[in-house]
């Protein structure tokens, strides 16, 4: 599978933006997805997963409540609606997948598509 994140852009705190992840293949279904980002100067990190069914969903202290993830799987599609961003979620949006669910370690994830970038202006 492969995958391209999309839908970044510049976005005021308190304001609201959606990221798409595109997947090509069909076996998107078949996996876990993640959304991670990277800040500049920073390392990787984990944003929030959902299992290939969508029924359960994980995410990050820093996220929880704000961000939600989900996923349509007849079209190949993963998002993450982000509410309330603030400054510093401001970073490059990957998405991934796993065979693992539950995995919120970068190094459980393959497929990574190039990211989006997100910046939260104050």
């Known amino acids: 599978v492969q995958l391209q994140a999309s839908g970044g852009g510049l976005v005021q705190a308190g304001g609201s933006l959606r990221l798409s992840c595109t997947a090509s293949g069909r076996t998107f279904s078949s996996y876990a997805m993640g959304w991670f980002r990277q800040a500049p100067g920073k390392e990787r990190e984990f944003v929030a997963a959902i299992t290939y069914t969508g029924g359960t969903t994980y995410y990050a202290d820093s996220v929880k409540g704000r961000f939600t993830i989900s996923r349509d799987n007849a079209k190949n599609m993963g998002y993450l609606q982000m509410n309330s961003p603030k400054p510093e979620d401001t970073a490059v949006y990957s998405c991934?997948?796993?065979?693992?669910?539950?995995?919120?370690?970068?190094?459980?994830?393959?497929?990574w598509g190039q990211g989006t970038l997100v910046t939260v202006s104050s």
């Open positions: 991934a997948v796993t065979k693992f669910p539950g995995a919120t370690a970068p190094s459980d994830f393959g497929s």
